[in-house]
């Protein structure tokens, strides 16, 4: 099960004078059945408490998964993008993630190329991406919607080539650390969740472990829907491969 919001975590809700936070609505979601896999995204930094994160450490059946999107590393984009956030504070939450959750995943959302945003300002989103070592990221470059706070107030002024380079750095870069975090994976045995065929071939069963992360292996007698224990022997920037284990 997914709990799906554009900013998710930000969840509140009042019934006759009572209120329910995302931490406690998560937690009632887990007392549904053990052995239902609980993910949730969006979640927006400046609502990631201390909580949340407690609670996830409290309850096997809430992935270790975090989906953080951080759009820049530099404090001038972020205040721009009226993020509510600056480059510290977002890395404040990234420590407290690892404190809470050593074994959480981290993904996130960068855009290349927002209005008046400088070769410094991109370096420092390259510098925290190295920082943070996300396990993998969503990334695109900078296009103007109309009726949004951008596109009213805001010259789109970065021209595309810089904007095509800077994405290029920022892929580039993610490769990188993808790659190195699967590298740690290898020897480990996560449980699977199977959802189905590798989309490459039919003699391998796709799944995701509670780190979010793609995981392929030969095809056991399982069905998709079961949790299968796999060992991990090789990897790709993208995915992990392995061989299910009793």
Known sequence: ???????VNSYHWTWDEKETGFAELLEKVTWVNPLLRIRFATSHPKDLSDELL???????????????????GSTYILDHMNRGYTRDQYLERVAAIRSFLPDCSISTDIIAGFCDETEEDHKETLF????????????????ERPDTLAANQYRDNVPPEVKDRRLREIID??????????????????????????KRSDVFFSGRN???????FPITGNNPGD???????????ATLIGEASS
């Open 1 to 7: 099960m997914t709990l799906l919001g554009q900013n």
């Open 210 to 216: 509670s780190q979010n992360k793609v995981v392929i």
């Open 128 to 143: 925290l991406m190295e920082q943070v070592g996300f396990d993998y990221a969503f990334m695109f470059r900078y296009s």
């Open 54 to 72: 407690q609670t996830m450490s409290r309850y096997k059946n809430i992935c270790n998964s975090i989906h953080l999107p951080v759009q820049s």
């Open 227 to 237: 949790y299968v224990n796999v060992k991990i022997n090789r990897f790709t920037s």
């Open 173 to 198: 870069l993610q490769q990188k650390l993808s790659y190195q975090s699967n590298k740690k994976d290898v020897g480990k045995t996560f449980e699977v969740l199977i959802e189905g065929f590798s």
